[in-house]
């Protein structure tokens, strides 16, 4: 039962990774991207590929 909830999060985190690169490759795909939204989702990415990678 442990390892089915643990599983459950891991695919959550997984999809929150896959949104904030799709959102990170729209804003790059702006005229004018913002750096400082574009460094901010990339920081988000980061934590949470090593939140996963923890598992």
């Known amino acids: 039962m442990a ?3 643990v ?3 891991i695919h959550a985190l997984q ?5 904030l690169d ?6 790059l795909a702006r005229p004018v991207p ?4 574009i460094q ?3 920081k988000q990415k ?3 590929k090593e939140e996963i990678a923890g598992y």
């Open 3 to 5: 390892s089915t909830a």
């Open 7 to 9: 599983s459950s999060h």
């Open 15 to 19: 999809a929150k990774h896959a949104e």
């Open 22 to 27: 799709a959102r990170l490759h729209a804003e």
């Open 34 to 37: 913002d750096t400082a939204t």
């Open 40 to 42: 901010t989702l990339k």
């Open 46 to 48: 980061l934590r949470l």
